[in-house]
């Protein structure tokens, strides 16, 4: 895997108010990462780092082996999404000029921005026709999201930043926002690196997290790590709540997720997808089971992103 990004003893600190202590993690190139951790934990303060929006008052962040203080600040945040929680868009521009807003300042010219407006989306569900002229406040609050998230995806970035994005959305629409971004994440492999407080939504969107409280790393791991091996008991009680709603092994494999395979010497009899779910996978991720006498096989990120869309619902 190649390192995106490296948070190298990180310390931030007001007077006598210490904000980061002592962090050291890394990134990877094409990673959905998350950071997630209760109020004022620091974790969007360690986001806002890597564009320099906060400097650390101790340590150096990276970015593809470059600490961030050395780039030209313009150009590192031109090269760089942002999706905030509120959407941000500009109320006097129309969609596609908040979309484009970024290609126009790198010189890109105005066809070939509306063009690539057109383009974004499509990609996040929304008709050109429809929306490409009308102005945020004709938007609903979903909507707009999608937009800023287009934005986000204007230059065809490495990496984009979303701090709290979908938090301010109700159920329903967070979880229409989570599916967008994991599709859209599977296509591009861009770099994310998303803050919530919310423990499912990191469960349910996270290739790994990490988890932060009080301004210290309590643990980097995949979903299944964090919620089977928490490193200590704030991790586990903070993920206990988490744990999704199982349903069904008839609902799972209706899922589309689930691949029917030959037998294999690997496979283990399951009746429930709790049993399923305590499986171990095999070196690539893969779960490996039999249900009424057939064979099938689930990645595990798969069947996590699965069990917190449930939780969802």
Partial sequence: MIRLIKYEAIGMQYGQNVILKNINLTINDGELFVLVGPSGSGKTTLL??????????????????????????????????????????????????????????????????????????????????????????????????????????ATQPQL???????SA????LRAQQQDLLLNLHRQSRTTVVFVTHDMQEALRLGDRIAVINNGQLQQIGSPNEILEQPANQFVADFFATARPRLGTMTALLSSKLVQKTSATDQSV????????????????????????????????????HYLGQREDR
């Fill in 48 to 153: 806002r780092m890597i564009n320099r929006l906060t400097a650390p008052t101790a340590g150096n962040v990276y970015l593809n082996e470059k600490c961030v203080k050395d780039y030209d600040l313009r150009e590192l945040r031109l090269h760089m999404g942002y999706v905030l929680q509120s959407s941000s868009l500009f109320p006097n521009l129309t969609v596609g000029e908040n979309i484009a807003i970024q290609l126009e300042q790198q010189g890109v010219n105005k066809n070939d921005r509306r063009k690539r407006a057109i383009e974004l989306l499509d990609q996040v569900g929304l008709s050109a026709s429809d929306f490409i002229d009308r102005h945020p406040d004709e938007l609903s609050g979903g909507q707009q999201q999608r937009v800023a998230i287009a934005r986000s995806m």
């Fill in 269 to 304: 009899a399951v009746a429930t997808v709790a049993e399923l779910a305590s499986l171990t996978p095999d070196s690539a991720g893969w779960l490996h089971f039999q249900y009424q006498g057939q064979d099938f096989q689930i990645q595990t990120t798969d069947l996590l």
């Fill in 160 to 166: 984009i930043l979303m701090d709290e994005s979908f």
């Fill in 169 to 172: 959305l109700d159920p329903v």
